[in-house]
């Protein structure tokens, strides 16, 4: 009898141990649920866009600094970035020297080629200014300001970008603006056909910054490779110096529904930034609410930040617009 019992004592504590592994092993597996879970989460809360850097936003480290433009690759893939948007006035002070010449334009597209190959960086576009006025009422000069960019095409074709984005400065009388542009952007969309490269305008000042003139341009060219590169900012439209780019606004094209109107022809978009709050919100433009129109577009493109702001340093303020995208876009519902 007493044999039998310590039987029974036994055999329920081998049943209580197994029991035991039994749970702890259910334990265990519910304590990686909430990881399992958390990590899905995260995937979920990647950015709908990719990240560019438009390089205006190191100008005065260039120009001020002296820092070498071809450590553009090196700099925005320190500071997290994927892509490129190079900005051909900071590259002048070399290339004009040689008037331009095919053997300087070269070396450019090699250079920039080898640096973005080094750090594993995807060449965007290339923002072109000071090549001529491409809606100026003077069709000779019209002409020739369109010539002057097919150097910009051949070497965004050869360094893989998919666009270059030009100005539409010239007339500031609306209808032989909206003509102008037209014809200047149509013979250089041509052009820029067999090359396989995109010809985009930025709302950039004068009436660039009408969404409305803009998108009446898109449609009356209505090319498959002519499109916009809405900017966050830049919606002024008149200043009182009646220059485009500096001085006092007069009148202001509204951003939200600026960006709204040119989206369905956006080949990018670029996220201006000037100066944040203490939280780290733009003080000027809500993010949120460009995102949330960028996102409604169905654009899951390259977004580009450009900083211009005057209180933090360029780097500083080209990481702060950086986190302030990815956060903006963590409360798209």
């Keep these: 009898m007493k044999i039998n019992t310590l039987k029974i004592v036994v055999l329920m504590g081998l049943a209580f141990s197994f029991t035991g592994i039994y749970s702890c092993k259910e334990a265990k597996k519910t304590e990686t649920e909430p990881t399992e879970i958390s990590s899905e989460m995260k995937k979920e809360a990647e950015p709908f866009f990719q990240l560019s850097l438009a ?14 433009p071809y450590t553009f690759a090196e700099k925005a893939k320190g500071w997290g970035f994927t892509g490129l948007e190079y900005v051909s006035g900071l590259y002048y002070k070399e290339l004009e020297k040689s008037n331009f010449s095919k053997e300087a334009m070269a070396i450019f597209v090699e250079k920039c080629n080898a640096e973005s190959a080094k750090y594993g960086m995807r060449n965007v ?38 666009s270059i984005r030009v100005n539409l400065a010239g007339s500031q009388n609306p209808e032989e ?34 969404a409305s003139k803009l998108v009446e341009v898109m449609k009356a060219v209505n090319m498959e490779n002519c499109g916009t590169l809405p900017d966050f900012g830049n919606f002024c439209v008149k200043r009182k110096d009646g220059s485009y780019y500096n001085g006092e606004c007069i009148e202001e094209y509204d951003m939200y529904q600026g960006v709204m109107e040119l989206m369905p022809y956006a080949k990018g978009v670029s996220a201006k930034s000037y100066n944040f709050n203490d939280v780290g919100n733009e003080t000027r433009i809500d993010y949120s609410k460009m995102l949330k129109i960028i996102e409604d577009a169905g654009y899951t493109g390259f977004i580009g930040v450009e900083y211009e702001g005057d209180e933090l340093s360029e780097e500083a303020g080209i990481l702060a617009t950086k986190e302030l995208l990815l956060n903006a876009s963590n409360t798209l519902e």
């Design 125 to 162: 576009l290339i923002m072109i200014d000071g090549q001529g006025d491409l809606a100026t009422t003077d069709a000779k000069d019209r002409k020739k300001a369109v010539e002057n960019h097919y150097k910009w095409v051949d070497a965004a074709a050869a360094m893989g970008c998919h």
């Design 177 to 210: 603006w909206v003509s102008n542009s037209v014809d200047g952007l149509k013979q250089l969309a041509t052009y820029a056909k067999e090359k396989n490269v995109n010809i985009i305008v930025e709302n950039h000042g004068g009436l660039s910054s009408n």
């Design 55 to 68: 390089q205006w936003s190191m100008h005065k480290m260039v120009i001020d600094q002296d820092v070498d």
